[in-house]
């Protein structure tokens, strides 16, 4: 996003570095307030969330409803602001920036390496933490809502928040964001993922200039699947982005907004606009958007206006109302005394531990030729350190509202020197002569050269090349010593045209504040490297997917997204060109094996199951990632594989262990446009297992035949009892009940691939998407909502992952015509549930 503040170009380009004293600030631990009086019954209560948000609904006025939805205009005390309500006791929102830390120039917090880094590490419990450090932090200044983390796909190197965002693959960024969302939240602190969505530059942003020419099938396999991840994680909020997505601001977009993130995506938090990106009143009303931010010039006044002139229903004024109470409800700032001050120091030594974790299992070893690293003493007498970006000029976060102020900053220069010790000479030069610099690499054991690039949201790069001082400078010194290794701090890929030069490369992105130790620790071993590329590097820019003017930035006021779901990875391997390092690429100091590929299924139920060892065949302990890529046959036209699985594994030297891997129907499936879902043909799919998208040592096959239809049959619960529609009936609204099995249609249901129970054409459904204990299950339409979402679970339950409850049969009756429900999964017999089997 981007706050006033950021549009200036002092705030979005510079990395300006401020040292501040670090204290401790563990886990926020949260007061709760004491009981409200009358007037305020909702506060404290025990009440289920839906009941205490009617309560509220049932005393706030038009007026009152109308401030919740907007902005009040200030960036102070935080970037966005919504004020309280104290009559109805109301809390204020405050809004932060992310996605690194938090932003907007606070001091007293942790410079966490960019996102792009978090997402190298492929280490889900990792990015908990990450994520966990940003939403402690926020609490502790006091704010609500952290606007991280960016899941945005990188479909061009030159984007200038390609940093700020976790990579190219739509189910690694997933992953990885909902692993980023449970952390944030686990604090209290509401996450807003963001941008949804097709936000992939920053060329004419905000403007229609910037409009996407973009498939229904791209989006849905490509720029929209990590925003259902972040839905099912439970994110609160979204933000909508600045693009233009045919024809449509993306912040009043109907397919984006409802048809995809609240309808089929079953979302029941809020969207907010980008800082300055709602551009109409009733259009962006009617088409998703619930809250407008920095201030109200649309969702203010104009707002109360078309409501009372009938242009907008006050029943969606009261929908945008609900989803915000909704989630302010459920994660209790309502029942907590408000606590942390923008002032607070929040910053803590645990937090700087994360911080320079993920910055060494983040940084991606690209070349090791000759076993040049580790340093060791015994061979290394004395480094070379070489560039401004060693020292003085340390990149270590990028610009605009993902730059974070640090408390402390180590260089690698300190870094290395600290790390050398005694035995080892350690000599700097900033390079600005190449030349009192390759004549010190040349009188040294070994140099290393540090390089970089800076992105800040505002602006796209024009290159994907370093600087041409920085390609010189390295040249020269590789030209007087064969033992040159270059460290990157870029943002994204960057061209090596000295790669054959050198004998060894990290791409260490921007590592934050622990930048010197972190680097220092990978140089001489002390961490093995882990880091996996989570984008390609091409090895020039005419490689590139979206090469052409009119797929970037654009011509005519069209962006032409042609190159359609062949982004990344997907263009390189389908089109066989080869990039100068592959998707999911990164070395270690010792090497591993991959045997033993298992490949059994579909099973009744549409799981296909992998498995594969992998082996630690060197000589010290080191963490490898495997990931499973899948191809689908060619008739579906779909790209040459695509990451479905992966699992980071850490071994000792000679160890092995067995990599499972789970698949459904939906893995195997792509978009059919026509159909507008999904669908996985018959045919034969390609598995493939390994550590990059280009090496898959290990293949398989698994077969879906013409036969292969989705389960089909009586559904029975307790005391063998069938699920039944109640009279046969297709009226929306009928109760599905516990009936005697009788073999008739209305107890024929189909289990799709997509987890959603189908009889006589329609749906089983939570009503009214309520997620409440005791919601009652019924017919409906089918919509792809959540409410239709029923996935089986090892122990036979059918859960529900929007309400994050099981269907229940209501106090384990056993009796026949008694109407199902939701209800907390808890393993009883009441939950357990025996599917039709595959015929």
Known sequence: MSSPLCQRAARCGSAALTLLVAASAGPVVF?????????????????????????????????KEVSLVHGNGSTQPYVGNVPAISRLCVPALGLEDGPAGIGDGMTGVTQLPAPVASAATWDTALEQRYGAVIGAEDAGKGASVALSPTINIVRDPRWGRAFESLGEDPYLAGKMGAADITGTQSQGVLAQVKHLAVYNQETHRNSAADNADVSERTMQEIYLPAFQAAARAGASSVMCSYSWVNGQDACANPYLLNTAMKSQFGFKGFVTSDWGATHSTINSAYNGLDMEMPGGGYFGAPLNSAVNGGQVAKSRLDDMVRRILRQMFAFGLFDRKPSGSPGAVVTSDAHSTTARQVAEEGSVLLKNAGGVLPLRPSTVHSIAVIGADADSKARTAGGGSAGVKAPYVVTPLTGITHRAGSGIKVAYDDGSNPSSAADLAGSSSVAVVFASTFESEGSDLGTIDLSSADNSLISAVAARNPHTIVVLNTGSAVTMPWIDQVAGVFEAWYPGQEDGNAIAALLFGDTNPSGKLPVSFPRSLTDVPASTQQQWPGANGQVRYSEGVDVGYRWYDTKDITPLFPFGYGLSYTTFSYDDLFVAGPDAHGTVNVSATVTNTGRRQGADVAQLYVGDPASTGEPTHQLKGFQRVDLAPGASTTVHFTLTTKDLSYWDQNAHGWTAPAGRYRIAVGDSSRTLPLTGTVTLTSTTAPPSGAVTGIAGLCLDDRGASLANGTPIQLYDCNHTGAQKWTVTSDHRLT??????????????????????DCNGTGAQIWEPQPNGA?????SGRCLDDPGATAERETQLQLYDCNGTHAQKWQLPERM
């Open 31 to 63: 007061a709760p307030a004491a009981h409200a009086a009358n007037s305020c019954p909702w506060v404290g209560s025990t009440a289920p969330v839906d009941q205490r948000v009617d309560e509220v609904m049932a005393r706030i006025t038009q007026n």
């Open 759 to 780: 009889v006589l054409g329609k749906c089983m459904d939570a009503a009214n998407g309520a997620t409440a204990n005791g919601t009652l299950v019924q017919l409906y």
């Open 798 to 802: 059918l859960y529900n992952p929007q």
